[in-house]
């Protein structure tokens, strides 16, 4: 558990986290790997995990009739995704895939969530991490929208 | 004509194309072609990074394109998406035929101020046209520059402009080739997302670096914040602008943006001399 909350400590979602908030968190993790081609989860699926990224690749998709499967962002070391694990209904809304060897911190999400509701200060620590990730993420998403490099771009 | 005579001659009739030919076709994209040209009077073209020329498709009008070759010899290169009438025509030139050139005009990427610094290029579409020959020059003097990194977008793997050079690059040892598309199929295993995105994964010293930035001027905008973000001060960010040139020597003001044209001014500016007017809405 030490040296799960020492991975914990150096990733750089929970960096410079509270000694006590660390130990917390670290009750609802653990270590994950998945081979290069693994599905690590499928859109509609119970979010009931969130994930830490710290080597490989990963591959967020999602998949439309007639067109198979679409990448539409990758993640990489010192990355977080799963953030569906958040907001009710707890599902996740693509699916993700590791397209190289990769290890991650698994976050048990109804365990994180919890620890959460009890400790506020906990919770409104890992929202002010959590944020920065989804406005960075709404803001590329946007960009990518514009289509920039298109005809028009 | 020598190669001298023939700036002089440039120089001093900026408003008369010169016939060329096309010696060589490729197509890069979906809808950009590369075309080689050869001056009629044998003449080589004296150019640097960054610097464009105006091309006439005869009968059919003259479009302002970057030259995308190597600035220390070979043939005369650019690097063409067909998105007009004029850049139809010109893309769809065959070997033989004649186009015209103007040229070449502008202000480039400022190569001497990038000597004992690392070099952070960053493109977005075809904006690696502009950028090839800085590259060609930074790989070709490689021990003047510090760190080189190349950052480049596309729309899609199929869209990745000069995609056997990019591979050829990745594979050396004195360059960063990152390379992100926008949306991909899941057959693609390079990165998906923006090309800011490559940014925090890339190695340089920002306060000893310069960074060159082309591509769409939101893209640009985007990148150069980032950057300012990461400690490059704004006089170490260089933009290679696009506007509607028509004269090329600052007369006609087409291209005019504040108070510089970016035609006689630009195109390549820093982020400090343009901060003020990309913010500005319409401009």
Wanted: aromatic letters at 8%; glycine letters at 10%; one cysteine or more.
């Amino acid at each position: 558990m030490e040296n799960l909350e020492r991975i914990l400590a150096a990733h750089p979602f929970f960096a410079g986290l509270d000694g006590e908030f660390c130990t917390l968190a670290c009750g609802c993790a653990k270590n994950a790997r998945f081979d290069a081609g693994q599905f690590i989860c499928h859109e509609g699926d119970s979010a009931d995990q969130f994930f830490l990224v710290r080597e490989g690749r990963v591959a967020l998709q999602v998949s439309a009739p007639g067109r198979g499967a679409s990448t539409f962002l990758t993640l990489g070391p010192g990355e977080v995704f799963g953030v569906n694990w958040l907001v009710p209904p707890y599902r996740w809304t693509y699916d993700a895939k590791a397209i190289a060897p990769t290890r991650a911190i698994s976050m048990d999400a109804a365990c994180l969530r919890n620890k959460c509701e009890a400790n506020h200060s906990l919770g409104y620590d890992v929202m002010k991490r959590l944020m920065p990730v989804l406005v960075e993420r709404l803001h590329t998403a946007r960009v990518q929208m514009l289509d920039l490099y298109g005809a028009r771009g | 004509m020598s190669d001298a005579a023939f700036a002089t001659l440039m120089h001093a009739q900026p408003m008369v194309p010169q016939v060329a030919h096309v010696r060589g076709r490729r197509k890069d994209t979906p809808d950009a072609w590369t075309l080689d040209l050869e001056l009629a009077n044998g003449a080589r073209l004296i150019y640097a990074p960054g610097q464009f020329n105006m091309l006439t498709a005869f009968g059919v009008g003259e479009a302002a394109i970057s030259v995308s070759g190597d600035p220390a010899g070979g043939p005369l290169i650019h690097t063409i998406r067909a998105v007009g009438p004029v850049s139809r025509a010109l893309t769809a030139l065959e070997p033989g035929d004649p186009i015209g050139v103007r040229g070449p005009f502008g202000v480039g990427w400022p190569m001497a101020q990038a000597e004992g610094k690392d070099v952070l290029l960053v493109a977005g579409g075809l904006g690696l046209a502009p950028l090839r020959p800085a590259l060609y020059r930074l790989l070709g003097e490689r021990a003047r520059f510090g760190r080189v990194t190349l950052l480049f977008g596309a729309r899609t793997p199929e869209d990745i402009v000069f995609r056997h050079e990019v591979e050829s690059w990745r594979a050396r040892f004195d360059i960063d080739v990152d390379v992100t598309v926008d949306h991909a199929a899941s057959e693609w295993h390079g990165h998906v997302g923006v090309v800011t995105t490559l940014i925090s994964r890339a190695t340089f010293d920002p306060c000893n670096a310069l960074a060159m930035i082309c591509g769409p001027e939101v893209m640009m905008r985007f990148v150069a914040m980032a950057l300012v973000e990461k400690g490059f001060g704004e006089d170490a960010i260089y933009l290679s602008m696009e506007r509607n040139m028509k004269c090329a020597i600052g007369h006609c003001g087409h291209c005019q943006l504040g108070p510089t044209f970016i035609c006689r001014d630009g195109p390549v500016f820093t982020y400090a001399q343009l901060k003020r007017f990309l913010a500005i809405k319409e401009l």
